[in-house]
């Protein structure tokens, strides 16, 4: 099945206790997540398989790397029990070494994969407005994934619109107009200190194409009506829902290791006040289609790897 792949790296601290296959569920608690550190991110490319060089010399304060798949073009069948689009999807991890090298399945908490996303984003993507502590990332990266970060003592409203949707699939959902266009208008407030993952738009297999605009303004309060239009996915919607950042400016835990020296300077983007950019994708190969809204769901991951050199 051809989809879009990445995969992070994180560093797990000595004496953390990762739980195998079957045996419980790693990163649900924050402490824990706080201690993850960024090592390396490969891009999302839609593939079936991807291939990462990578040289394990764990430090001593090391209990192994955690693989972290990405992958957002492809939705949990409607048939599984946690409901349609939800629940942990299974993926494969590889590892040749020249030398000894152990390596088992994790069941990872969506949060991790997550802060995994976040600390992606903020090491490979542009910071295309950024201002009085609120920046608002943008990866273009088979499709488009947008993440704010306020650290501000303000509440922000953000407006976004991703139209001429094309071959792709969005978290939040599409609507579609009378003459089959697809779309996705969304407006959300963000509290103080808080991070959200917007959205993520995949592309599918054969080309695809958007344009996006996005306007955020500072708040005193969340005002009246409801926080977030979409509604967030419900009982739980782990990937958008705006997050503590442990009073930190940056973030914390794997998205704040994103901007350490190990993990790399925060990729340079065009920053400027308050304004509305604007961003056109496209690819090779692209037709156009009409066809019914994908269906929005929420991604887990069942397949992380835990690896370690002996």
């Not at 593939?47 to 060089?53: F, S, Y």
């Not at 200190?193 to 958007?210: C, D, K």
Request: glycine share 12%; charged share 20%.
């Amino acid at each position: 099945m051809t989809a879009d792949l990445g995969m992070v790296l994180l560093r797990v601290p000595a004496g953390e206790r990762v739980p195998g296959a079957g045996a419980g569920v790693f990163g649900e608690g924050a402490m824990v997540r706080q201690r993850l550190r960024h090592v390396d991110t490969l891009a999302r490319q839609v593939r079936d398989t991807i291939v990462r060089d990578h040289f394990v010399e764990e430090p001593a304060d090391s209990a192994g790397l955690l693989c972290v798949p990405l992958s957002f073009n492809q939705r949990v069948p409607a048939g599984s029990f946690e409901g349609p689009g939800n629940g942990p999807k299974a993926f494969t991890f590889a590892a040749f070494t020249a030398r000894p090298l152990s390596a088992r399945t994790v069941s990872l908490a969506p949060e991790v994969v997550r802060e995994a996303l976040v600390a992606h984003v903020l090491r490979s993507g542009q910071c295309g407005t950024r201002s009085q502590g609120i920046s608002l990332w943008k990866l273009a990266e088979s499709g488009l994934i947008v993440y704010l970060e306020n650290a501000s003592a303000h509440f922000v409203e953000l407006n976004v619109e991703l139209t001429e949707l094309f071959n792709m699939n969005v978290s939040r959902g599409v609507q579609a107009t009378a003459t089959g266009e697809l779309n996705m208008h969304s407006r959300d407030i963000i509290p103080p200190m808080h991070g959200m993952v917007v959205f993520v738009a995949a592309a599918m297999p054969a080309g695809h194409s958007y344009r996006f605009t996005s306007r955020f303004l500072p708040r005193h309060d969340e005002g009246h009506g409801p926080a977030h239009n979409p509604p967030l996915a419900e009982p739980v919607d782990t990937l958008h829902s705006p997050f503590y950042l442990d009073g930190k400016a940056g973030g914390g835990g794997a998205a704040a290791a994103a901007s350490s020296a190990e993990g790399g300077a925060r990729a340079h983007g065009q920053c400027a006040s308050y304004g509305a950019p604007t961003a056109k994708g496209r690819q090779p190969g692209r037709r156009r289609g009409k066809g019914p809204p994908p269906r929005p769901g929420e991604p887990g991951a069942a397949g992380a790897g835990l690896a370690r050199s002996r």
